[in-house]
Each structure stands twice: as C-alpha cells, then as structure tokens.
C-alpha cells in the first residue's frame, strides 16, 4: 500500500499498548538521524546557521559561484593559514617586558554601549594588556590588568622600553572571557579573546599619566525596540557579541544541505506547476516516526492510545492540571483567544482536553472542547464545541486540531520563550556580569550561541517568518505570546513537572537530569577553592542579578488563573492543589519591583559584598544556575529534537491548520488537503523540523568543544541506565541552546 | 658555582642608553629652537607665548637670617637691581582664562643679569618633559579662546596643572603666586647638594584673586574665553599694574623650597607636576622684590630672560632624556637663540603693535 493510500484510508485503529511501544522503538531506531544522507561535495555550500531562509537559503550553488567561492575558501584558507603561522614566528608570550614604572601609567575607564544609551554603565573586572610590537613582528606584553568596580583601569608601563627604536606600535587590548575550557581533571581555564584595539600613538606616551578616556564596548548591549531582554547584533557575521564554534557550522552544513535541496526541489516544482504532492513531500523528506508507525501499522498513530502518549512524553509534554471540576480528569488548556490573529485563512481556536489516566498510567483523552470560529464563515470566537470519541470523524479531526494547537504551543511557549528567549536573558546578564567569578566558568559553555541562534529565528521563524505565514497568529501575536510566556518564568523554586503517573516518563526524566544538574552545581559551588573566588567576587553576582530583573519582563498570570487561584490579597488559595505548581512560578513568593513594575524574574541576591552572604544566597545561586543549566540543555532538548517525530508529518500535525473549502471547516477529513498547510508551507514546515531536531552537534556527553564540565558527563554517565529505562539516550542532550 | 656577575650588556645597557638619549635631548631641542627661531623669532617677531605682559623695575634684597645653609650668591643684604615682567600666557586678552607668570631678572637690564627666574601661577605645571612639551605644542589647535582639547582629553596630568595654574579675572598681577615649578639646582657653602624651588608671593598677607571657582571647573579646560559679558577690557590687568605703581611700590617675597639630594631619590622629586610636601620642604623667604616703575611696551618686549642666566652652583639640573623631568629646563636654557633673533627682528623689521583696547577678544593676536 502506497503512503498516498494509507493516507486517504487513514482510520483510527485500536492498537495495543505494548505493540505500540515496539512499534515506536523500531521506527525510532530507524529514523534514527545518524543514518540520514551527508552534503556530498557537488552539492551548494552554506556558511553558516543565519544564511537559512524559509524560501530560499543563501547557499552558494553554480558553477560560477562556485569557483568565486572556492577562490574565497583558498583565500580564507590562506588567511587562517598565515594567522597560524604569525602565531608561530610571532608568539605572544606572557612575558611583561620593562620595569613597567607605577608613576607612568595609560588609565581610562570601560563603559556599555554608545553615547546615547548605557553609556554611564561600568564594565568591571575585564581584562586588559598593554601591547607593543617590534619592527621586525615581534610582540610585547607591557603590562596588563582589570578594570574596578567603576570600569576604571590603571596600567603601568615602562616609559623607556616603550621608546626605545625598535618598538613600531602600542595598543591597548581589552578582551572578553570568552567560554572556559576544561582539562581532563575538571580544572577551567577562562579564555581570553581580544574584543577592541585602542591605538595608542607611541609619541603620545610621555609619561605620568595617557588617558583612553571612555572607551566604550558595544558589548552585550541590551535591545532598546522590544521589551524582551534580547541582545543587539548589529551584523551576524562581523559584529556579534558571540560566535559558533567552527565545528557547528560545519556539521550544520554537512547535515542541512541535502535537506535544504529537497526544499528548493519542492519549491521549484510548486512554481512550475509540476504537479507535487503532499505524498511527495512527506515521502522526499527524511521518514519521520509517525510516517514509519503507519506504514507498519496503518492508523496507529492516530489512535487515542497514542494521542495520549504523545501529550504526555512526546515533543508537546503538556502541563497536565486536575480539573477543578473533576479531580478524576486531568485538564490540558491552550489559549490563543488574546493573542491578535487573523482568520482569513488558518483557524485557531482555544483547546481544552480532558484525559483520564489507564491502568498504565499513560492518558486517554475522554473530551475535547474548541473555542472559538471552526469555518472560515464563522464569526464568534466565543462559540464552544465538544467533541467526545464518540464522535468518530469529528473526533479524529478534533485531535488533530489539538495536534496542531499542542504543536505550535510546543514550539512557540516550551521551545522558542522558554528555553530559546529564556536562557537568552541569562546569557545576556552573564556575558555582562561574569568574568571572574568561577561561576561563568560554570554557566557561558551553555548558555553559548544562543543569542546568533535567537538572532535568525526573529527572521525566519518568528516576525515575518514561517510561524506567521503557516498559522493564525501576527508578528504582534506572536510576539505576545513570547512576551506573556517570558512572564511567566522564573528560576526560584523551580523544578521540573512532577510526574503524575508512572508512565509520565517526560517528567520523571527531566527531574531526573535536575538532579543530576543541581548536584553538580552544588559541588562545583561548595568546592572550597570556587567558593572562595566566588565570594571574593561576589560583586559581579550581584551585578548579574541585578541585570537579570532590571531587564526581565514584567510578571503575568492570565485573567482566569488569577481568580482561579488567588484570594483577595494575592496570596494563593487553599483549594488551588488542582494546579501543577513546580514548574510554574511561585505565586505566593514575592516579586521583585523596577520602577514599580513586579517583575518576573527574582533577585538572586540583594547583598554586594562577599563577606555578607548567607547560605540562602548561596541556595538561590545554585538553583538558578541549575536553572539555567536545565533550560537551555534538556529544556531545549526535549521541545527540539522531538519536533521531526511529532510534526515531522503535514497531514499528522502542523504548526497551523486551514478552515479549508469544506462545510465542516477544520473538522473535515485529513483527505481534505484544504485544511492542510499549503504545499509551500508544508515543505517549509517538513524543512523546519528537520533542520531543528537534527543538529548534530553540541551535545554534552560528545563535548565536541571540550568546554562541557567534565563533572557533568561523568555525572550523567553514571545515570545512564536509568535514563534509557526513561526512553531517553543521554547522547541525544544538547549541551546548549544552539539550534 | 655560578660566578655572582652581572652581564656585561646591562652593565653597558645604561650608558648606552643614556648616551643615545642625550644625543637624542640635543637634536630635539636644536631643531624645536630652529623652527622657533625662524617661524616665532624671524616671521612673527614673537615670544613663543606670554607675550601678553607688562615690566617693570625696582630692586631685591637679600634677607638677613634666611635660615638654611646659603649659596654664596645670595650674600645676606644684598640689593640688586631687578626687573620684572608679568604676562599672560597665550593670548592678548588680560580677561581670559589663562596662566600667568612672573619673570625676574636680577639687573636692569634688558638681556644681562646674574641671574633669572622665570615663574607661572599654579604649583605645578601642564606638562612635565621636553616630549609632554611637544605634545602639549602639537595639540593647541587654538581657535576662537579655546585650545590644547586633545591635549586635556590625552593627559588629565594636564587638566589638573591648568586647574591649578589658570587664573579668571584676578583684580592685579601682584596679588598673585608664582611657582618655578620645575627645581634647580642649589650648591650651598657646606658643599651638600640640594634642589631647590622658588616662587613669590606678595609681600602682606593678601588673598590670591582670579582662582577657579566652581563655575569655572565645570567649564571645560580647553575653553579659555571671556565669559559672557565680560565688561573687562583687553588690558586691565596691564593698566592696573602701572596705576598701582603711580601710587606706591609693589612689593613681593621670592621665597624657596630645598630638597636635599641623594644617590637613592625618587625621579619623582623632579616631576614638575607634582608638589613637593610643604611640611618636610617648608617654604623659606630668601629675598624682598620692591617694584617701583613700570617699562613701556617696546622695553618690555625687548627683554629676554634665560636660563643661562644663572650663577654656578644654582643651575639646571642634568637631564638625559626627552623624557626626563629635567629636560625642560635643558630646553629653555639652549633655546636662546630663537630670544635672541626675536630681538634681532624687532630691531631690524620694527616693533610688534601694542595690544589696542578694542573690542578684539578672545585673541592671540595683536
């Protein structure tokens, strides 16, 4: 039977729980990504992550632009080539050169940003060397040192050295502490990268005191046209604040290209009217676990034994609440009704589903209820309907719109504002703040890239890219979602959704990982060695914290939770126990106040000094940084590489659904291709979560960067098993938020 | 064993060093004379600044009982003719922003003297080296009263001497300290060698008028102009000068500071920009400066005070570098020749035109 057949016959059949979980694990091994197709060497290049497009990516493809970049790659080659060899004849040692004279000094002092903005914000304990270099190549470390608390620096030199013939030039140097670098005992090393040359004028150097006045970093600089904590990028490629290590875009390359040619195939063919398929698409595309299940087991996949299954541990891992009207149901709510749309072509309506639990522990959807227009005709967006299995095709469509809802929630809420935009803020206050501190050597390995990846998604994914033109939703809307979800997310007293059944596998493997995370980082803080550099640099904490809330976005709880959950004076009521609150903000804390806005992230510590910090301090920085550790690995992991199994198929879920030409709307039959997502958006969507699930690189057990703390991996080594009896392979876990 | 020596090249490293510095010391300062010479002495028939000034004649007297070991010069009760002219630094408007000073020859004459000394308002000073010199020189870029921007932006040692040295408005010229800043040195009769600073203050007991307040610092220091509504005229403090010498003499204190030298000391006790700590180098009188007749302009442009107007023992100190703190000190001693032709050009291509009262302000020029 053709996979066009199966799909025009798709009918739900009863499956039996263990033959489906046999079922999953032989196509999950065989979709495994491991054994999908490599770019083979005629295929086009591309650069890096940021040349993708959803139409058409700046790859670099004929002849003539071939052999133009050949040329660039020869020169580049070259260029890296020479670097290597300068290095080599010309090494910087770390050797002061002088008797650098404390009465002869190049002072100045280190601020953010640019006149207009930050300008007055001190960037302390960055690190600087005064250099010189000789006639003949040679370098000359004159001094160096770090900039205080008001971003002021003083550096002796030696006034005769500095002028004696042969010295050519001087510069000041001032370098970030990029990612640290782990030994093969555990012991880290910051890596210093320069960030900006000052040139000094060797004549202007007289002695007593050369000031670089205010010299001002465009360094990690916060947006000024959102109100999410986001960082600038002025150009993606030449003036980031952070980089992809080489490895990443050469896996990115090597894994995204052929992916990327089935796309340009699909969309040429849809210009030229060839006549492709949604078949073609789903078949063209690497085959994906629902593809794999219905071919071995025709309607398995769209049974509610999988539904259920799939809800709970599958990319969606939707917050299953009691009902507070049944303590029987568990209760899963997406809301999309505030959110600003428009409804000329995709509906979407507000979700609510009730399962019950089996005797396995896995849920059973018992009901759903839509909200909101179901036909392109209708108007109400209050109007609700309640389909039950009952149903039968109605009930099969109704799952599928839930399919489409958890999906988009999935990745917009849980993959795109909570780890995505959330480990962002983090990344941003730590670039700022963390230098000394050994705990940057603990957060920057993960929490780097982020900020590139985030930058290409706000183009093609997000704003006018592919989530916009594949669902109801507007750039406004989109962008209120994010900015609600962020809201709604803070480190103190999270943890991970706690399992509510055995089968609930999701959430016992992430509290799992939690574990394992917050022990090391309560080791790697306890350790009396980082607890001592920590405290004697406690300041840079403090900033850090201080950062973290003064950008973060205001706190949010929707409408109904407020009543639903909270008494008149904002504390929570005492029959709230239907909601699952630990991997939710704590409502009953107290939120921190900017300006008089209550804000959602709170304050790690209030205290500046070292020398007058609690434990509870020090218990507030080991939770946020497991906090941060877990969002942007498993977090990220889970909403991510599951993406290419659950909307890896157009017809089985998409991130929007069509009201179609049919009386019934959306709840029309899957053979109805005018519910479906475009040809053009469902090649899109086929690239996305291909491109999203299967990175290939950044993993934490393969350390492929050496910056992974080797506690960690030996760590999850150890609970290796038990992971695997959670359905998951620790190797799969991302050791940042790149992709 | 290891033999205890030192390696021959650093034992050859600092006279090398120092020689290579000297003859670098003597080639900057010839050519800077050089192109004084033509371009301020010959073209312009000007001083390199502080020709803004007034001179006037009177005596010194030597004190009794100064109290510290006495070089033979300053021969207790000793009077000597003297001149003195004050100027303004810079610009020909007596209401700017700028440092003043006092230049006393010990003769009345407009060239001879046994000796000289040359003072600025402000303990320390705005540069501190022949090479801060040159820099402080390159980067004046004087346009409409303002002046030396990427100098005050490059060196705040330099901020903080104009701080100190600039004065707005002071009601006289004799109201005012004047620091040699940079030291000299100072042979007494036990033989013990010293440095030693001078300065002058006026003879009573009379506040120093004209310091900055605090309007001032906010102004940045590179602005030297008038300020709004200055009702000053270009030379009022030129003119009060000579109507307070029409009703009685001035009279200051020439006073100094002594350093005793040793093998050991700190390059710092030379560094012009930094003060000497008055309660271990407590200021002690040595002379009495009573002024009794102004000069006319054309005299008082003629003079020319130099370093090498100094008797032996109370010399220049030695430098070897353009960078030492001394070297300033060498430069103004061996650039006379750029005074001398100053001179020369007035007498063959005619006198400057005196400053007119007009409504000119804000300038560096006649």
Known sequence: MSNLDLMKTRKAQPES??????????????????????????????????????????THQGLLTRIGLFCVELYSGWLRFYKKAHYKLFPRRNKIYGNPNPDHVVTGYLTFGSRMADADSPIFNMHLELWARTFWGGYRKLNQGTSDREGKFSLPYDLFYVHRFYIRKVWLAVYQTGYEHFSKNGQHAPEYTEFKRVRINKSDLVGINYSCRQVQLFYWEYRKDTPLPRVVIKDHDKDAPDKYSPGFNEAIEKTFVPIELIKLK???????????????????????????????QPGSTRGDDWFGQRMMNGMYACDFDRDPKNPDLYWVHHHWGSYEKTYHYYAMPDVDMWFELKEDGLPKPVKITLTGPLTAQEKDEKQKRTFTPADGEKWLAAKRVCRVSAGLNAELSHHFAGTHINSEQYAIACSRNLRLNPIAGLLKSFLRSVVLVNHTADRILVGNGYITSACALTPKGIDQVVYKTMGTLDWKGYRPMQPISEAHTYAKASNLFWDVVYEFVSNYIDDPDNKEQILAHW????????????????????????????DGKGNMKIDSDWYKQPHRMDLNDDRPEVDGIKKAVSRITDKSAGDKVSDEDLNHLKQACTYMIYQATFGHTWSNSKQYDDIGEVLYCSLGIRFGDGPDGVMGPESDYSIAPDLTRSTQMMWWSNMLSHTGYGYIIADEDEDVPPALRESLEKHRKAFVDLDLDINIIQSRTNI | MKPNRTPIYKLLGTPIHRFFGIVRLWIYTKAFTWALTIYGSIIMREKMSHNNGIAAV???????????????????????????????????????????????????????????????????????????????????????????????????????????????????????????????MYKADDNVPRYIKYRTIPAEDVPETGLLDEYDMLIPTEN????????????????????????????YKLQVQLHEASDDHDAEIFNCCRKWDEASHPWMDLAEITINKPLDWAESTRMIFTMKNLPKGLGIIPSYSIYDYNSLNFLRRHSDLARNARVWAIKIFGMPPEIPDNDVRNSNSA
């Open chain 1, 266 to 296: 699909h969309l040429e063919m849809i210009r030229l009217k060839q006549g492709l398929t949604y078949q073609q698409i789903v078949k063209d595309y690497p085959e994906n676990l629902t593809v794999c299940m219905e071919k071995k």
């Open chain 2, 58 to 184: 009177g005596s010194i007297r030597f004190v009794d009982n100064p109290g510290f070991p006495l070089h033979p010069f300053f021969e207790p009760g000793k009077t000597l003719p003297c001149r003195v002219r004050h100027a303004a630094a810079s610009f020909m408007d007596d209401a700017m922003r700028v440092v003043r000073s006092m230049s006393i020859k010990m003769a009345d004459t407009a060239k001879k003297s046994p000796m000289d000394i040359e003072l600025n308002t402000g303990e320390t000073a705005l540069f501190w080296s022949i090479a801060s010199f040159f820099r402080f020189a390159k980067y004046k870029k004087t346009r409409f009263g303002m002046q030396y921007e990427d100098y005050y932006r490059k060196y705040p040692t330099g901020v903080e001497g104009a701080h100190v040295g600039m004065r707005r408005d002071p009601t006289s010229f004799s109201n005012l300290r004047y620091y040699t800043q940079t030291p000299f």
């Open chain 1, 539 to 566: 300041f840079e904490i403090y900033c850090f914290s201080e950062d973290l809330v003064k950008h973060s976005v205001p706190f949010f709880l929707c409408n109904y939770l407020q009543h639903a959950l909270l």
């Open chain 1, 17 to 58: 729980e263990d033959n489906l979980d046999v079922l999953c694990q032989d196509c999950l091994e065989k979709t495994d990504f491991s054994n999908r197709s490599k770019r083979k060497f005629h295929h086009p290049h591309l650069k890096n992550l940021n040349r993708l497009e959803v139409h058409k990516s700046r």
């Open chain 2, 224 to 251: 030297q102009r008038i300020l709004p509504g200055e009702t000053r005229v270009r030379n009022y403090l030129k003119e009060e000068y000579v109507e307070t010498l029409r009703t009685g003499p001035i009279k």
